[in-house]
C-alpha cells in the first residue's frame, strides 16, 4: 500500500475524478497496463485522515457500482474505513461491503470484529447494515455467530432492524439448513411483530424457510390481514400470496353447492318439488345429497381476508393488483369474484410486459368465469400497434368471451383482423374463428363460407391455415359439403405449405365416397411428385392410396402398388415403416393375416370430430399470478395450490387471548382462578368478528381495519368483574333493595315530570311492549339504569314485574330534571344532559335537540343494526340514550329495539360470547325469552369503548342463528358532560394547550347563527354540558371522557359576518381532531 502514493506522486497528482478508469479501455493499452495503477486516488482519499475526502472517494465507488463498473480491487482500501467515526461514510462502507462480501470473503472475515460491533451500534441503519454485511459473507464457520446476530436483531428496538433480520434468514438458511429449528424460533418471534415494516420480509422469510408451518400463522392471521394495507407493495403480493394457501387449507369452498343451485335454481333452493318429481329410487341419493344444499356460511376470517384485500384492486402496482385478483379467483364466491375485472382491465392500459402477464390470466378467468369479462369485451379489441404476443392473447380472450349474442361483432372483429401485415397474428385469428364456429353452431354456415373465400386470397399462409381449420369443420357435417372437398382437391395444385396439403389429402381420403372422381385424379398428381414432397405430406399420400385401394381398386391398384413402392425406399423410417405396415394390411398374400380381413374397419372407421379447445383450459391447476401459470410447467420453488377441505378445521385456533401484562390491577389477578368477564376468545380483533356473509353487518365495518387499546382498559375490566363478585356475593337481597329505590324514584319523578309528556312517552313506550317475557325482560332493564349512583356498580338478576310498571318506563327516563338542585354546589363533575336545557332558560323546543335532552328512550334517532330481510323477519335498531349506564359509568348506554316482522315467534334472543378487541368491553342485555309476531322490545345494554371510534362487534343469537352485528359510535357519544364556572373553564382550557389544541376556521350559515341553533347543533352533535360565558358571541362546552375521564373543552368564537372559529382542548388528540370535524360539518350544513 505504500507504493501507491509514491506512484500518484511520480504522475504529478494529475489524476482528476474521472481520470481512474482510463485503463478499462482496451484500445489504450489498459489490458497490459498493471492493475495496480487503477482508482490510485481513490485510494489515496480513503487513506487520509479527512472525513470529507473519504466521503467524497465512497461517494464515487458507490457511483461506480450504480454504473455497472468492477470496484472489487478497492475492497482493502475501503474496509479499512469500516471503523470510522463519521456516520455517512459508515453507511456508504457497508453499502460497498454488502455488494462485496461475498466475493471476497477471505478479507471480509478480518473484519467480522468491526460488524459485530455495528450490531451494537446506536444508529439503527448501521445496526442494519452491519447484519446485511455479516448475512452476506457465506462462510459456513461464521455461521453460529450469523445466527447470534439475527436472534438479537429479532429483538431490536427499531423495526428497520428485525427487518433486515428477516431478510438474513433466508440467507442463513440456504447456507446452512441445519439451523431450520432456530430460524423457525426466530419466524415466530417475527410474524408476531405489530409493525407493518417487518410483516412481508419475515412472510417472505416464512414462505422460503418453513412453508409447510401454517400453525405459525393461526395466530397471526387476523394481524396480517388487518395490517396488509398498511404494508408496502413487495410485502402485500408476498403477504396475499401466503394467505392464498393458508385460506385454502382452513375453510371450506364457497363454490361447493353452486353445481346444485346451477342445475335449476329454484329447485335445488326449496327442494320440495325437485324431491316430488323424482321417483322412489332416488330418494337414497337425494337424502345423501341434502348436506350439500344447506346454506353455505362462509366463515368470518374467510370474510375477513376478502374484505381487507379488496381495497387493494385500486393499488398502483400491478402485482399487488394480480395477487388480489388471484386470491378472489381462488377463494371467493362466485358472485363476488366479478369486481376484479374491472381491476385487471385498468392493468391493460400498462406497459407490454404487463398487460402480457395480465391477458395471459384474464385468459385462464375467461374459460371459468365467462360472464365476468363480457362488459369489457372492447376493451379486448385489438389495436394495430399491440405486440404480436399481445394480439394473440387478447384474441384467445376474445374467442373464450364469444357466445350467441356478440358473436356478431366478434366476427366483425375478426374479419378486420384477417387484413393485417402480421402472419402469424392472421394464422391465430383463422384458428379462432374455427374455434367459435365449433363452439357456436348458429354460425358455423357462415365461418365456414368465410373461410372458403379466404381460399382464393393471395396469401399462401392465409390460405393454407384457412385449409387446416375448413378440414375440421368439415369433419362435423361433411355429407353437405361436396362443393367445398372439391373446391380444396383443386387447390393441390397451387398451395405450397406441407400442412394444409397433408390436410387437403386427408379430406379427400376420409371423404372418397363424396368425391369419387376427382379422388383418383388427385392421387396420380401426388405419385408424381412423391419424392419432392414433405414427411407429412408423404404420409398422407400412403394414407389416400390405401383408403383408395379398399373404395376403389379397380382405378387405384397399380397408383397404390406404385407410391407404395416409392415410399419403401423413403429416406425417413417413418415413412418406410408405414409403407410396409399398410402393404402388409391392405394387400391380400398367401400368409394374409387375420388383419387384413378387418383393413375397412381400420381404414375408414368413423372419427370423432375433433374439439377446437383453448390452450389455457388445463392451466388453472397452477396458481394464478405465479411464473408456473405463465410457463404452463412447474417451476422451481413453486408451491401447489392445496384442495379445499372437505370439512372445516377448528376457527378457534385463530383466537388469541390477551397477554396477561395487560392486566394491571392486582385485584384482578387475584381473582384470575374465578370466571372471567371475556370468553377464551377475548383478544380477537373487531373486524374479524363482524366479518360474515350478512351484508348489512359488513357495510357498518369496512372502514375498520385496525385495533385500538385506550388507556381506561384495566379499570373497565376491574369493574367488570367487581360487579360480577358483587352480584355472587349479593344475591336476591340487593335486587330486593334496588327495586324499592326504583319504586320511590318513580314517584318523584311522576311528580316532577310534566303530566302531558309523561302521558305521551308511556303510551309510546307502552305500544312498544306487548309480549309478557318482553315486558319483564324490559322492565327489569330500564330499573336495572335507574338504580341509585351508589350502586351502579352492581348487576341485578331481571325478574318478572306487573305491566303497568313497564309502561312507566319512559317516566323514569325523566330523571334527568332531578339533579338540577344539586349542580351549582359541586366543583366539575359529570351530570346529566338536561343541563344544557336548564341554562338555555327552557327553551330549546327544537325537535332535533329535544330527544336527545329529554327523552332519550323513545325521541333519539335509531340506527339500523339488523335489517329484517338479513335477520330473517328480526330487525333491530340502536340509539345512543346519553343517560349514565347502570351497570358501569364507564360504560355508553345503547338502547336496542327489537322488532319481530316475520310469522313466527322468535326464541331466546341475546347476546352471544362478544370477541372485541383489548379494551373494550359489553355488558349485555338480559336474554328476551319470546318475540311474538308483529311484537317489539326494547333492551338497554352497555358498552366500554374505551375512547375510540373502534367499531363494536358482536353476535346476537336467537335459538336457532347468530347475526353478526357491528355498533360503532360517533365521538360526540364517547363523553358525558361536565357543569363548571367560567373561571374553573379557562383554568382547565389554560393547561390544555398546544397539541391538545385543536381549531378551525368555518363560516356559520345564514341559519346557523342564532344563539339557541348554534347550542342545538353542537350538544346534539356531541354530548356536552354549555358552560356560562359573560363575552357575547362566544359559546362554551364542557365534558369528559367516559372511560378516562380526560376533559374536553368546546369553545365556538362566532364573528360578524358568519365567520368563526371553532377550538377544542383534549388530552386525547385524536377524539378532539374527530370532535372538530363533525362539529364543523354539523354548523355548516
Known amino acids: 500500500m505504500s507504493a501507491a502514493p509514491a506512484y500518484s506522486e511520480d504522475k504529478g497528482g494529475s489524476a482528476g475524478p474521472g481520470e481512474p478508469e482510463y485503463g478499462h479501455d482496451p484500445a489504450s493499452g489498459g489490458i497490459f497496463s498493471s492493475d495496480y495503477k487503477r482508482h490510485d486516488d481513490l485510494k489515496e482519499m480513503l487513506d487520509t485522515n479527512k472525513d470529507s475526502l473519504k466521503l467524497e472517494a465512497m461517494k464515487r465507488i458507490v457511483a461506480m457500482i450504480a454504473r455497472g463498473k468492477n470496484a472489487s480491487d478497492l475492497f482493502p482500501a475501503v474496509v479499512k474505513n469500516v471503523a470510522c467515526k463519521n456516520i455517512e461514510v459508515k453507511k456508504l462502507v457497508y453499502v460497498y461491503l454488502v455488494r462485496y462480501a461475498e466475493e471476497q470473503q477471505d478479507l471480509a472475515l478480518l473484519s467480522i470484529s468491526t460488524f459485530q460491533r455495528g450490531l451494537k451500534d446506536p444508529n439503527q441503519l448501521i445496526r442494519a447494515s452491519a447484519l446485511r454485511v455479516l448475512s452476506s459473507i457465506r462462510v459456513p464457520i461464521i455461521v453460529p455467530i450469523m445466527m447470534l446476530a439475527i436472534k438479537e436483531a429479532a429483538s431490536d428496538m427499531s423495526p428497520?432492524?428485525?427487518?433486515?433480520?428477516?431478510?438474513?434468514?433466508?440467507?442463513?438458511?440456504?447456507?446452512?439448513?441445519?439451523?431450520?429449528?432456530?430460524?423457525?424460533?426466530?419466524?415466530?418471534?417475527?410474524?408476531?411483530?405489530?409493525?407493518?415494516?417487518?410483516?412481508?420480509?419475515?412472510?417472505?422469510?416464512?414462505?422460503?424457510?418453513?412453508?409447510?408451518?401454517?400453525?405459525?400463522?393461526?395466530?397471526?392471521?387476523?394481524?396480517?390481514?388487518?395490517?396488509?394495507?398498511?404494508?408496502?407493495?413487495w410485502g402485500q403480493v408476498v403477504i396475499i400470496s401466503m394467505l392464498t394457501r393458508y385460506a385454502r387449507t382452513q375453510f371450506l369452498s364457497p363454490t361447493q353447492n353452486e353445481s346444485l343451485l346451477e342445475e335449476s335454481p329454484e329447485k335445488a333452493f326449496y327442494g320440495s318439488e325437485e324431491d316430488e318429481a323424482k321417483g322412489p329410487g332416488s330418494e337414497e341419493a337425494a337424502a345423501a345429497a341434502l348436506p350439500a344444499r344447506k346454506p353455505y356460511v362462509m366463515d368470518p376470517d374467510h370474510r375477513l381476508l376478502l374484505r381487507n384485500t379488496k381495497p387493494l384492486l385500486q393499488s398502483r402496482s400491478a402485482a399487488v393488483v394480480m395477487a388480489v385478483a388471484q386470491l378472489y379467483f381462488h377463494l371467493a364466491p362466485k358472485a363476488e369474484v366479478g369486481v376484479i375485472a374491472k381491476a385487471l382491465v385498468r392493468l391493460l392500459r400498462s406497459h407490454s410486459e404487463v398487460q402480457y402477464v395480465v391477458l395471459q390470466n384474464v385468459a385462464t378467468m375467461s374459460i371459468k368465469r365467462r360472464g365476468m369479462f363480457e362488459p369489457y369485451l372492447k376493451s379486448f379489441y385489438i389495436r394495430s400497434t399491440d405486440p404480436t404476443q399481445i394480439k394473440i392473447l387478447k384474441l384467445e380472450v376474445l374467442t373464450n368471451l364469444a357466445n350467441e349474442t356478440n358473436i356478431p361483432t366478434v366476427l366483425r372483429e375478426f374479419q378486420t383482423y384477417i387484413r393485417s401485415m402480421d402472419k402469424d397474428f392472421v394464422a391465430a385469428t383463422i384458428q379462432a374463428i374455427g374455434r367459435c364456429a365449433t363452439n357456436i353452431g348458429r354460425v358455423r354456415d357462415t365461418c365456414l363460407s368465410g373461410l372458403v373465400q379466404l381460399l382464393s386470397n393471395r396469401d399462401e399462409l392465409v390460405v393454407a391455415e384457412s385449409v387446416v381449420v375448413i378440414k375440421k369443420l368439415l369433419q362435423m357435417q361433411p355429407a353437405q359439403h361436396g362443393e367445398i372437398i372439391k373446391h380444396l382437391?383443386?387447390?393441390?395444385?397451387?398451395?405450397?405449405?406441407?400442412?394444409?396439403?397433408?390436410?387437403?389429402?386427408?379430406?379427400?381420403?376420409?371423404?372418397?365416397?363424396?368425391?369419387?372422381?376427382?379422388?383418383?385424379?388427385?392421387?396420380?398428381?401426388?405419385?408424381?411428385?412423391?419424392?419432392?414432397?414433405e414427411d407429412i405430406v408423404k404420409l398422407q399420400v400412403i394414407n389416400l392410396a390405401a383408403k383408395l385401394y379398399l373404395t376403389n381398386s379397380k382405378q387405384t391398384k397399380l397408383l397404390t402398388q406404385y407410391v407404395l413402392s416409392l415410399a419403401k425406399y423413403d429416406q425417413n423410417y417413418d415413412i418406410r415403416d408405414r409403407a410396409r405396415f399398410t402393404r402388409q394390411l391392405i394387400v391380400p398374400s398367401e400368409q394374409g393375416g387375420a388383419l387384413s380381413r378387418h383393413a375397412k374397419k381400420l381404414f375408414l372407421a368413423p372419427k370423432p370430430a375433433p374439439v377446437l379447445e383453448s390452450s389455457f383450459k388445463d392451466r388453472d391447476h397452477f396458481q394464478l399470478g405465479s411464473l408456473s401459470h405463465l410457463l404452463n410447467a412447474k417451476a422451481t420453488g413453486y408451491q401447489e395450490l392445496p384442495d379445499w377441505p372437505e370439512e372445516a378445521p377448528d376457527p378457534s385456533v385463530r383466537n388469541v387471548e390477551v397477554p396477561e401484562w395487560t392486566k394491571c390491577s392486582n385485584r384482578e389477578k387475584r381473582k384470575e382462578k374465578e370466571k372471567p368477564f371475556y370468553s377464551d376468545s377475548e383478544g380477537e380483533s373487531g373486524p374479524t368478528e363482524s366479518a360474515d356473509s350478512e351484508p348489512a353487518s359488513e357495510s357498518e365495518s369496512d372502514s375498520k381495519s385496525s385495533s385500538e387499546s385506550g388507556s381506561g382498559e384495566s379499570s373497565s375490566e376491574s369493574d367488570n368483574e367487581d360487579q360480577e363478585e358483587d352480584e355472587e356475593k349479593g344475591g336476591g337481597s340487593e335486587s330486593e333493595q334496588s327495586e324499592e329505590e326504583g319504586e320511590k324514584r318513580k314517584m318523584k319523578k311522576r311528580k316532577k315530570a310534566p303530566a302531558g309528556r309523561g302521558e305521551g312517552l308511556s303510551s309510546d313506550e307502552g305500544s312498544e311492549s306487548s309480549s309478557s317475557s318482553s315486558e319483564s325482560e324490559e322492565t327489569s332493564e330500564s330499573e336495572e339504569e335507574q338504580a341509585e349512583p351508589a350502586s351502579w356498580k352492581q348487576k341485578t338478576p331481571p325478574s318478572s314485574k306487573s305491566s303497568p310498571a313497564a309502561k312507566e318506563v319512559s317516566l323514569l327516563d325523566l330523571e334527568d330534571f332531578t339533579p338540577p338542585s344539586v349542580q351549582p354546589v359541586s366543583?366539575?363533575?359529570?351530570?346529566?344532559?338536561?343541563?344544557?336545557?336548564?341554562?338555555?332558560?327552557?327553551?330549546?323546543?327544537?325537535?332535533?335537540?329535544?330527544?336527545?335532552?329529554?327523552?332519550?328512550?323513545?325521541?333519539?334517532?335509531?340506527?339500523?343494526?339488523?335489517?329484517?330481510?338479513?335477520?330473517?323477519?328480526?330487525?333491530?335498531?340502536?340509539?345512543?340514550?346519553?343517560?349514565?349506564?347502570?351497570?358501569?359509568?364507564?360504560?355508553?348506554?345503547?338502547?336496542?329495539?327489537?322488532?319481530?316482522?316475520?310469522?313466527?315467534?322468535?326464541?331466546?334472543?341475546?347476546?352471544?360470547?362478544?370477541?372485541?378487541?383489548?379494551?373494550?368491553?359489553?355488558?349485555?342485555?338480559?336474554?328476551?325469552?319470546?318475540?311474538?309476531?308483529?311484537?317489539?322490545?326494547?333492551?338497554?345494554?352497555?358498552?366500554?369503548?374505551?375512547?375510540?371510534?373502534?367499531?363494536?362487534?358482536?353476535?346476537?343469537?336467537?335459538?336457532?342463528?347468530?347475526?353478526?352485528?357491528?355498533?360503532?359510535?360517533?365521538?360526540?357519544?364517547?363523553?358525558?358532560?361536565?357543569?363548571?364556572?367560567?373561571?374553573?373553564?379557562?383554568?382547565?382550557?389554560?393547561?390544555?394547550?398546544?397539541?391538545?389544541?385543536?381549531?378551525?376556521?368555518?363560516?356559520?350559515?345564514?341559519?346557523?347563527?342564532?344563539?339557541?341553533?348554534?347550542?342545538?347543533?353542537?350538544?346534539?352533535?356531541?354530548?356536552?354540558?354549555?358552560?356560562?360565558?359573560?363575552?357575547a358571541e362566544e359559546y362554551r362546552f364542557a365534558g369528559k371522557t367516559l372511560t378516562s375521564g380526560s376533559l374536553v373543552l368546546l369553545t365556538l368564537d362566532a364573528r360578524p359576518a358568519g365567520a368563526a372559529q371553532l377550538t377544542v382542548h383534549s388530552e386525547k388528540m385524536v377524539i378532539g381532531t374527530m370532535l372538530v370535524k363533525d362539529v364543523v360539518q354539523a354548523l355548516s350544513r
Open 160 to 233: 428497520y432492524v428485525r427487518k433486515t433480520a428477516a431478510h438474513a434468514i433466508p440467507k442463513l438458511y440456504s447456507l446452512d439448513s441445519d439451523q431450520k429449528d432456530q430460524l423457525i424460533e426466530v419466524i415466530e418471534k417475527l410474524l408476531a411483530d405489530k409493525t407493518t415494516l417487518v410483516a412481508g420480509s419475515v412472510v417472505m422469510a416464512f414462505e422460503e424457510v418453513c412453508p409447510e408451518r401454517i400453525d405459525l400463522i393461526h395466530k397471526n392471521y387476523r394481524k396480517l390481514c388487518n395490517l396488509l394495507i398498511d404494508v408496502e407493495e
Open 489 to 533: 382437391a383443386k387447390l393441390t395444385d397451387n398451395i405450397q405449405v406441407p400442412m394444409a396439403r397433408a390436410s387437403i389429402l386427408w379430406l379427400i381420403g376420409e371423404y372418397c365416397e363424396h368425391v369419387p372422381r376427382i379422388a383418383p385424379d388427385v392421387l396420380r398428381k401426388m405419385a408424381k411428385s412423391f419424392t419432392a414432397e
Open 827 to 1031: 366543583p366539575p363533575t359529570v351530570v346529566s344532559v338536561s343541563l344544557a336545557a336548564d341554562l338555555e332558560g327552557l327553551t330549546l323546543t327544537d325537535t332535533s335537540l329535544v330527544p336527545s335532552l329529554l327523552s332519550p328512550v323513545s325521541g333519539v334517532r335509531r340506527q339500523e343494526l339488523l335489517h329484517r330481510v338479513a335477520g330473517e323477519g328480526l330487525a333491530v335498531d340502536y340509539a345512543f340514550s346519553r343517560q349514565p349506564f347502570s351497570g358501569d359509568p364507564h360504560m355508553v348506554s345503547v338502547h336496542i329495539y327489537f322488532s319481530n316482522s316475520s310469522d313466527t315467534p322468535i326464541k331466546g334472543l341475546h347476546v352471544g360470547t362478544p370477541k372485541l378487541p383489548a379494551g373494550l368491553s359489553i355488558q349485555e342485555f338480559p336474554e328476551i325469552e319470546s318475540l311474538a309476531p308483529g311484537e317489539t322490545a326494547t333492551a338497554v345494554m352497555g358498552i366500554n369503548f374505551c375512547d375510540s371510534t373502534q367499531a363494536a362487534n358482536f353476535q346476537l343469537c336467537t335459538q336457532t342463528r347468530q347475526f353478526y352485528v357491528s355498533i360503532q359510535p360517533p365521538v360526540g357519544e364517547l363523553m358525558a358532560p361536565v357543569f363548571m364556572s367560567e373561571n374553573e373553564f379557562k383554568k382547565e382550557q389554560g393547561k390544555l394547550t398546544g397539541m391538545n389544541e385543536i381549531s378551525e376556521k368555518l363560516v356559520l350559515p345564514d341559519a346557523c347563527r342564532s344563539d339557541h341553533v348554534v347550542v342545538q347543533k353542537v350538544t346534539a352533535t356531541a354530548n356536552l354540558g354549555r358552560v356560562p360565558c359573560g363575552a
